[in-house]
Nanobody, 124 residues
Framework: QVQLVESGGGLVQAGGSLRLSCAAS????????MGWFRQAPGKEREFVAT????????DYADSVKGRFSISRDNAKNTVYLQMNSLKPEDTAGYYC?????????????????WGQGTQVTVSS
């Protein structure tokens, strides 16, 4: 079992920044690829970013490339999502997820543990 708890969401003006954190407990965190997804009201959950277990591989949705950065600290069992140049369309609940593999992709079914989410609201 892996428990995931997100934090760092909030209300920010367009152009601003936020850093989300996801603290993991349970099974060895460093064995899992991790990902961030988001879901806006009335929309399907969509991929944001993923990072391999070592941190050497990362991938991003086209909509956030160049603005968001995923990283992890295996010593602290934490994965981060640095979000810069935020836009109103980034408004969503953001969810951290853990995959049962060392590398994972953009599809939700690749991840088997999910956090409860943290809300990000970007005002125009």
């Amino acid at each position: 079992q892996v428990q995931l708890v997100e934090s760092g969401g909030g209300l920010v003006q367009a152009g601003g920044s936020l850093r989300l954190s996801c603290a993991a407990s349970g099974r060895t965190f460093s064995s899992n690829a991790m990902g961030w997804f988001r879901q806006a009201p009335g929309k399907e959950r969509e991929f944001v970013a993923t990072i391999s277990k070592s941190g050497s591989f990362t991938d991003y949705a086209d909509s956030v490339k160049g603005r968001f950065s995923i990283s992890r600290d295996n010593a602290k069992n934490t994965v981060y999502l640095q979000m810069n140049s935020l836009k109103p369309e980034d408004t969503a609940g953001y969810y951290c997820a853990a995959a049962p593999s060392v590398v994972a992709g953009s599809r939700p079914y690749e991840y088997n543990y999910w956090g409860q989410g943290t809300q990000v609201t970007v005002s125009s």
